[in-house]
């Protein structure tokens, strides 16, 4: 799309002069837009080196009259479903990080229808095979399809637990208990604590330290997902990502310890610090409006 609003400056901006402003402004301006007719999360792509040019890009209501109907490639073969009562009663949902590869992830058009190691923690136990009877195995591809799309699941009291390895448990419980959306981050509840953290990409970009920096806009309290430079390049192959500007627009589920910047009066900050603990879902468009 052509126009978004900026609530830091209220204007609504066309993005050919968006994509002019001096390099810092637009970084700055770019994490506080909104769709200009319904208000939902929107996102700024810069002229690509495969010619595609700057534009507009946002999560629509799903009332707005310039809603595209997004439907990933993806979905029919891991079966992805949205409804949390879908799962079977008493099974628990599985998922085993050691397997996770990555994978890239596309979206067609329709229009019909500050330490290492943060990130690695994580309280161990055992969990003997027996006790692993009634289970639904998931991937993290899955689980953020079903976080985008089902309030329910969000919410939901479905237990689930995430394997390191063949035994060992990185985090057990509840979904609405261990996986928390940006916008649901606070100082007393998520400060140095390690969950599953979800939500979307405003900006991406790699500091002077190597550091790949996720960033979500303002709606999402700011958060920002910094991702290790010692795993960078395998994270930005594992997700086929050519440059930092295919990651606008994505949702991202990252498992990780949160902190608080400014002496825990700044903005929320998950450290990831391995890439099998990461999966990100890249939005692309093939229809671009000129």
């Keep these: 799309m ?18 002019q402003l001096e390099p810092s402004i637009l970084d700055s301006k770019r994490l506080s837009l909104l769709c200009a007719e319904c208000g939902e999360f929107a ?26 109907e997004y439907i990933t490639s993806d979905e029919h073969r891991d079966n992805a479903i949205t409804e949390e009562d879908q799962v079977a009663a008493g099974d628990t949902i599985i998922v085993r990080l050691d397997q996770e590869e990555g994978g890239k992830v596309e979206v067609k058009d329709v229009l019909a229808p500050p330490r ?14 027996k006790n692993r009877e009634s289970n639904q195995q998931f991937t993290l591809r899955r689980i953020l399809h079903r976080l985008v799309q089902s309030p329910t699941f969000r919410n939901s009291n479905s237990k689930i637990v995430f394997y390191k390895n063949a035994e060992e ?10 996986v928390c959306g940006f916008k649901d981050i606070t100082k007393n509840q ?27 806009g303002g709606q999402y309290r700011s958060v920002s997902v910094a ?23 994505a949702y991202v589920l990252v498992a990780g310890r949160c902190h608080f910047t400014g002496n825990g009066e700044g903005k929320p900050v998950i450290w990831c610090g391995t890439s099998k603990y990461i999966f990100v879902r890249k939005y692309r468009s093939n229809n671009f409006q000129v």
């Design 43 to 68: 996102w700024f792509r810069k002229e690509s080196r495969h010619g595609h040019p700057a534009h507009f890009c946002a999560r629509h209501d799903s009332e707005c009259n310039l809603k595209i």
């Design 190 to 216: 998520h400060d140095n604590k390690i969950m599953f953290y979800w939500g979307p990409i405003a900006s991406a970009k790699k500091s002077s330290n190597g550091i790949v920096w996720l960033n979500s």
């Design 169 to 178: 448990i990185m985090l057990s419980g509840q979904v609405l208990d261990i």
């Design 116 to 129: 290492e190691g943060y990130g690695e923690g994580g309280r161990t136990f055992i969990i003997k095979g």
């Design 2 to 19: 052509q126009h978004a609003k900026c609530t830091s400056d209220g204007k609504v901006w066309e993005a050919l002069p968006f994509s």
């Design 227 to 249: 991702i290790f430079n010692d795993i960078v390049e395998e994270f930005l192959s594992l997700f086929d990502v050519d440059e930092l500007e295919d990651l606008a627009g």
